[in-house]
């Protein structure tokens, strides 16, 4: 029997590998919605960085037309007084009950909530056992993760279907 040596994988490889995971993971749930968007706002105070860089004009030696005043808009608002109906007799009426407001329509099973985490599962599950229990842990993960997928995006259309209504 021959003892072959082992070789590692170089920590550098897999600080990349791990990166790119992170890096694909972080796309992918902020392609499907899951991470919340910016808010911020720009200020019209900041000077654009190519104006900074850009060299500055020759001097214009043709003078500018002088600008023109401002003229004051005034706005007027005509009201169109009528007349109020004469009272109607109250006449004793039975009224129907107002219908009851739909029910919200349940949330849907989504398959990039289920796609996404089951690869997330997956590779979890292939971190635990060796030999066919890693295979099993493997499927397990992938079965967890893609409930767990789905789970998350069905409470997201919820959240987001709460503030419409």
Do not use: C, F, W
């Amino acid at each position: 029997m021959e003892h072959t040596a082992r070789t590692r994988i170089h920590p550098m490889v897999i600080a990349a590998a791990a990166s790119v995971a992170l890096v694909s993971l972080v796309g992918a749930a902020s392609i499907a919605g899951l991470l919340p968007s910016s808010q911020a706002k720009q200020n019209g105070d900041q000077v654009p960085v190519a104006a900074v860089t850009a060299p500055a004009p020759a001097p214009v030696t043709a003078a500018a037309p002088a600008p023109e005043p401002r003229r004051v808009v005034e706005h007027r608002t005509v009201v169109h007084h009528t007349n109020a109906p004469a009272p109607q007799p109250q006449v004793a009426q039975t009224q129907a009950p107002a219908p009851a407001p739909a029910p919200a329509p349940a949330p849907q099973n989504s398959a990039l909530g289920i796609g996404i985490g089951a690869v997330v599962g997956g590779l979890i599950g292939n971190q635990v056992g060796s030999g066919n229990g890693k295979k099993l842990a493997t499927v397990a993960g992938a079965i967890g993760g893609g409930y767990a997928g789905n789970e998350i995006a069905k409470r997201n259309q919820q959240q987001q279907q709460q503030p419409q209504q």
